[in-house]
């Protein structure tokens, strides 16, 4: 199919065509399109699609006054052209076009619309009152390298289960660590979809995607663990996002998937005295989903614990929180050794805070032992030595 110059245009983001490729790459199945008005109400009755589990509509309803009244204009079969970032992304055939309302859309999404809630307020922007559905192709459409790459995982140690994680590592700190460990006890393959969002907010996700590469290169079998990027869209926020995990991880062919107990979306609920949580709402989707358990570090066990296994009160016990040691590391602080690797802390402070001192040789060299030969030393190289220093016990 070819673009016409006299075709009506609609402007998307990048994270809306992100979302698109999704679908043609059959990574969100039993979703296969764009959705029609009668189709997304009865999604929003059933919780379903083809006997399967899916949380919302799928439909394209880009903001902007422009896009609105592009859509609201167009007639049934009648051809338009999607741009985004300013070149063609794909054409779309008309099949229906209907109005909605934006809150009540991120409402299914989140469970709220409240506007103080940071993924409600991001969304509702990114979101129109018309929507519109039919067959769209997309131009320059590449194979998905990353099907292949998991293929060829499994191919080269003959694997029988695949397992897969959804991970920001956002640092990638002990608790992490141990998930990781736990998740390859009982699997031959372990997928690790790390999150790409869609903001500059923290830490860059190469940074991120080098930091999780040495730990599997230095750790683990490195032939049993994968790294895929999952670029973090807007579906899966809010407390259905495990049911989009197990979608994705599902069509990724993996058979298996680990959550840990403090996940965003696992919203555990009771129904008739018993627990329950949003997993087993969740219908014909043939993936395993497993609830991790919750790790601490317990200063009377001195080690990394389960919290269902250590005997000790809350009083004993430190919680790994991402955004906690991110703040530190923020701040240019080493977090413990007990919550972060120092091969790992070294290496995102050298990140974080480039050419931090005036003088790294010579602040080395008086800080340190040395061997009295001339060396070249990097920050990262100061940062190690300088954990090495704080874990000194005997003048302590």
Same mark, same amino acid.
């Given at each position: ?178 998930? @990781?460990?736990?998740? !390859? #006890?009982?699997?031959? +393959?372990?997928?690790?979809? $790390?999150?790409?969002?869609?903001? %500059? /907010?923290? &830490? ?120 906690? @040691?991110?703040?530190? !590391? #923020?701040?240019?602080? +080493?977090?413990?050794?007990? $919550?972060?690797?120092?091969?790992? %802390? /070294?290496? &995102? ?48």
């Amino acid at each position: 199919m070819t673009s016409s110059r006299k075709n009506k245009t609609l402007f998307v983001d990048k994270e809306a065509a992100s979302v698109l490729e999704l679908v043609k790459e059959g990574l969100l199945s039993p979703v296969t399109k764009l959705m029609s008005e009668a189709e997304s109400l009865e999604v929003l009755q059933t919780g379903l699609i083809n006997g399967q589990s899916f949380p919302f509509p799928f439909i394209l309803a880009p903001s902007g006054k422009k896009n609105e009244e592009v859509i609201a204009s167009l007639k049934k079969e009648e051809e338009v052209t999607i741009i985004c970032d300013g070149e063609i992304f794909a054409t779309l055939i008309v099949n229906d076009t209907f109005q909605i309302d934006p809150k009540e859309r991120v409402k299914h999404i989140y469970g709220t619309d409240d506007l103080t809630h940071p993924g409600v307020m991001a969304t509702i922007k990114r979101i129109g009152r018309w929507a519109i559905s039919g067959e769209y192709t997309i131009f320059h459409k590449t194979k998905n390298q990353n099907k292949l790459k998991i293929e060829a995982a499994k191919k080269l140690i003959d694997a029988k289960h695949t397992s897969s994680l959804m991970m920001g590592a956002n640092p990638l700190h002990r608790a992490h660590e141990r998930l @990781i460990r736990q998740s !390859l #006890e009982d699997t031959d +393959l372990l997928v690790i979809f $790390l999150l790409k969002p869609y903001n %500059s /907010a923290n &830490l860059q996700y190469e940074v991120r995607k080098e930091a999780l590469e040495y730990f599997i290169n230095n750790f683990l079998p490195k032939n049993r663990v994968i790294i895929i990027p999952l670029e973090n869209s807007y579906i899966f926020a809010g407390y259905n996002e495990i049911i989009i995990d197990a979608i994705v991880a599902k069509n990724y062919g993996c058979d298996r998937l680990t959550i840990g107990r403090n996940h965003a979306g696992l919203g555990m609920f009771y129904d008739c005295n018993s627990n329950k949580s949003i997993i087993d709402k969740v219908t014909g989707i043939n993936i395993d989903i497993k609830v991790a358990s919750e790790y601490v570090y317990c200063d009377e066990c001195k080690t990394l614990v389960s919290k269902n296994t250590c005997p000790h009160g809350q009083h004993h016990q430190i919680s790994y929180h991402a955004d906690s @040691i991110l703040e530190l !590391l #923020e701040a240019g602080l +080493l977090p413990p050794a007990v $919550l972060m690797r120092k091969e790992i %802390s /070294a290496f &995102l402070l050298s990140k974080l805070f480039p050419n931090r001192f005036k003088n790294v040789e010579k602040l080395y060299y008086d800080t340190f032992p040395v061997k009295g030969l001339l060396e070249e030393h990097t920050e990262k190289d100061f940062y190690l030595e300088l954990m090495k220093l704080y874990q000194t016990t005997s003048l302590t």
